[in-house]
């Protein structure tokens, strides 16, 4: 059986750059009402890129919310209407200098369904070269270059556990064999 909440009323508190903040009052399967907080946020995309030498690009970058620096791969936010392919390559170019050619969709994740609509899609890209990146001006992070059995070690151990990172490498792992 599916459970589902039907929504009675919602009340947008937050629109910012990224995210929208809003409160559902829901009635629940047994007919009572609760309030849910949810944050809306346009999607994205995240790339894990391997180059001929079986190496994974990934970015390392200081996140407010954690006061950490952590690994990721080059991801990116979904401008409104911009297919994830897309935002994918341009994504991967901006962060790490890197094109590819070939992108194979690896599919998409639901990072934190509990609060948020947020769908990141995730892609192999392979046959690197590279070029010079530009990331955002507000952006400052590291490229590093590890061997991809490496990345997959660090995400078993703990090390790297971003979600859409941790997905990615899982899925590229599955895929390359």
């Given at each position: 059986?599916?459970?589902?909440?039907?929504?009675?009323?919602?009340?947008?508190i937050?629109?910012?750059?990224?995210?929208?903040?809003?409160?559902?009052?829901?009635?629940?399967?047994?007919?009572?009402?609760?309030?849910?907080?949810?944050?809306?946020?346009?999607?994205?995309?995240?790339?894990?890129?391997v180059?001929?030498?079986g190496?994974?690009?990934?970015?390392?970058?200081?996140?407010?919310?954690?006061?950490?620096?952590?690994?990721?791969?080059?991801?990116?936010?979904?401008?409104?209407?911009?297919?994830?392919?897309?935002?994918?390559?341009?994504?991967?170019?901006?962060?790490?200098?890197?094109?590819?050619?070939?992108?194979?969709?690896?599919?998409?994740?639901?990072?934190?369904?509990?609060?948020?609509d947020?769908?990141?899609?995730?892609?192999?890209?392979?046959?690197l070269?590279?070029?010079?990146?530009?990331?955002?001006?507000?952006?400052?992070?590291?490229?590093?270059?590890?061997?991809?059995?490496?990345?997959?070690?660090?995400v078993?151990?703990?090390?790297?556990?971003?979600?859409?990172?941790?997905?990615?490498?899982?899925?590229?792992?599955?895929?390359?064999?």
């Amino acid at each position: 059986m599916i459970y589902e909440e039907k929504t009675v009323s919602s009340q947008e508190i937050y629109q910012g750059k990224i995210v929208t903040l809003k409160v559902d009052k829901v009635t629940l399967p047994d007919g009572k009402q609760a309030e849910r907080e949810l944050v809306l946020h346009p999607g994205g995309v995240g790339v894990v890129a391997v180059d001929e030498d079986g190496s994974v690009i990934l970015v390392r970058q200081f996140r407010k919310p954690l006061e950490d620096a952590i690994y990721e791969i080059p991801a990116g936010k979904l401008d409104k209407g911009e297919d994830h392919r897309l935002c994918g390559i341009r994504e991967l170019a901006e962060e790490t200098g890197y094109r590819a050619e070939e992108f194979v969709y690896l599919g998409y994740i639901y990072p934190s369904p509990g609060f948020t609509d947020e769908v990141t899609h995730i892609y192999l890209a392979t046959g690197l070269s590279q070029g010079e990146c530009h990331p955002d001006e507000d952006e400052y992070l590291d490229v590093v270059r590890m061997p991809f059995e490496d990345a997959v070690t660090m995400v078993m151990e703990n090390k790297i556990n971003d979600a859409k990172t941790v997905a990615g490498i899982l899925k590229a792992k599955n895929m390359l064999g």
